[in-house]
């Protein structure tokens, strides 16, 4: 039993000891197989998961075309169609990191006001774990993951505290290494902005609703205002009503005297009506 099983683990070894020496003795081994070729001998390898043969690559002379979503340390995105730095020193990045190796320092105008961007930014590259904690959490997809893991120096500090200036990419290059993720921001983007622009311009209508309602009213309200009279008109209208309320005052003599009379008539009915509903109750309760 073990000798056969061993015979089979040695012909296995051999098969594959061949097909990888007859593979290196193409012109292309299967490896290269969509490479880009850089000069010098270098090449930036795919290494696809069907790959044949040889799968040890020569770095640093070869190189591994890595995935997409590999990540190392954070990057600062630097918009080109804005000119600006998308961070805002709000602090999100550096509140969130485990390790506590991100430092950002706020700008401030002449007068000593704070500002929305970074005087400082500084991410100590020795203690960042890469876990991109700041990346999900940063409101303005101002830091992302680099694909940059050749960071060997030899003395840790300072060389391995990058600054703003060495953490900085222009978006074009965030792009490049982030083509799907970079597609879907956009497309995020773009879909905010056209919903703030049509909240916008319903805001901008029913502004000029309300004004065009306002003054409508207004042109209303003066349509009906009584027009105004000169100081004469208004001296002939005061002696016409004085003289209105004199003649009034000449016939409403009699006409006084009947409407007193007739007050005193009600109440003299009202009376009688009360002392009948008295004595009809009186006579009920037999008294």
């Given amino acids: 039993m073990f000798g056969t099983g061993l015979l089979k683990g040695l012909g296995v070894t051999l098969k594959h000891a061949l097909d990888t020496f007859e593979d290196d003795r193409d012109s292309v081994p299967d490896r290269y197989r969509g490479s880009l070729e850089l000069g010098n001998n270098r090449r930036v390898i795919q290494q696809p998961i069907d790959q ?42 550096a509140k969130v990191c485990p390790p506590q190796c991100i430092w950002i320092v706020r700008d401030s105008d002449e007068n000593g006001k704070p500002m929305t961007r970074c005087s400082d930014f500084y991410i100590d590259a020795a203690v960042c774990m890469s876990c991109s904690f700041c990346v999900e959490f940063c409101p303005f997809d101002a830091i992302k993951m680099n694909h940059d893991y050749e960071l060997a120096v030899y003395d840790r500090y300072p060389q391995l505290v990058y600054d703003m200036a060495e953490l900085t990419v222009p978006l074009e290059y965030y792009a490049a290494l982030w083509p799907t993720q970079y597609e879907e921001e956009q497309a995020r983007r773009k879909e905010e902005e056209e919903q703030k622009r049509k909240q916008e311009e319903e805001k901008a209508a029913k502004a000029a609703a309300r004004a065009a309602a306002k003054s409508a009213a207004a042109a209303e309200e003066s349509a009906g205002a009584a027009p105004r009279r000169s100081a004469a008109e208004l001296q002939a209208l005061a002696k016409e009503r004085a003289a209105q309320r004199q003649a009034q005052a000449a016939d409403g003599g009699g006409s006084e005297d009947d409407a007193a009379a007739a007050k005193r008539a009600r109440m003299e009915e009202l009376k ?13 309760s037999g008294e």
Avoid: H, N, V
Avoid at 52 to 59: A, F, K, N, S
């Fill in 52 to 93: 044949e043969g040889l799968l040890t690559i020569q770095y640093p002379e070869e190189k591994r075309l890595l995935p997409e979503r590999f990540r190392y340390i954070p990057m600062l995105i630097w918009d080109s169609e804005k000119q600006e730095d998308r961070c805002t020193a709000c602090g999100i990045c």
């Fill in 272 to 284: 009688r009506r009360a002392q009948e509903r008295a004595r009809a109750r009186k006579a009920e």
